[in-house]
């Protein structure tokens, strides 16, 4: 395949649509950010922008939840969100519609385990986790050089996590009383703290109970899903003293059980995202190359 192909890449968020025009190698050449408007407002927009710069495949990474295994009714569309006029919204099929090109869809943190897996700090390996923590908690996972997809998409943020018995906060998660997201995302550190994680960064406890919730969920991630590399990225993960403690923590849970060279070399088992912020982006710009592999 030609390095001079132009591929379009869309990172479809709550709140904001980033659109880039990339090359096969990774390059980003363009960039757009549109607001999330309803549909009807802003596929026009988005269409209008990829047809005037005459790509030959796009790659989308959306927001959930969303229909991403291709033999379902369901694939392509956003399913139940808050968000207004998108629930059922055919995102995939007006896309095709509009722009009559190859198109790879996958959810944005799938597409974000992709970009670090083809171009960031999983390049090459074909088994690897990508955790966001963020707003939310999200995983992305690779298996076999395939992302992985179910009967709708793993959803390892929400999986249930013991709670520490110093802990009192109630969790942020409207469905858990005790799952990752609802006890360790960003609003739940604010909600038990009083303050926006970013202004906690001295606060030593802070990080010591963040760094055990995130351990447990490692823990199940690799007896589980087995990945040869765990990536941790989103805006939680801009402290980066977590890092030390969650691989301290990984390793004491798992107790030797695992014992593979991969695991033994913690410091590189355990990473933060090599794509600086642009994996979600990147990532669809790498759907969008696979699209034109099949
Ligand atoms: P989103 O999850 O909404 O896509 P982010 O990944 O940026 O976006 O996550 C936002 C969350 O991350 C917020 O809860 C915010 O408090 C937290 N956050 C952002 N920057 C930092 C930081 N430097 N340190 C700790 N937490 C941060
Ligand atoms: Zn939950």
Partial sequence: MSDQLRIGAIEAGGTKMVLAIGTIAGEIVEKEVLPTEEPEKVLPKIIEWFRERKISALGVGAFGPTGVNPHLPSYGKILATPKPGWVGFDFLQTLIDGLHVPIGFDTDVNAACL???TYGAAKGLEDVVYLT???GIGAGVLINGKLLHGML???AGHIPVEKELNDKLESVCPYHDSCLEGLASGPAIQ?????????LTEKDEVWELESSYLAKALAIYVLTYSPQRIILGGGVMNQKQLFPLIQKKLLEILNGYISTPEIQDINKYVVEAGCRGNQGILGALALGVRSLEQ
Avoid: F
């Fill in 133 to 135: 923590v963020g707003t």
């Fill in 115 to 117: 970009g670090e897996a």
């Fill in 191 to 199: 909600k038990r703290w009083g303050l926006s994680a970013n202004e």
């Fill in 153 to 155: 998409h793993p959803e």
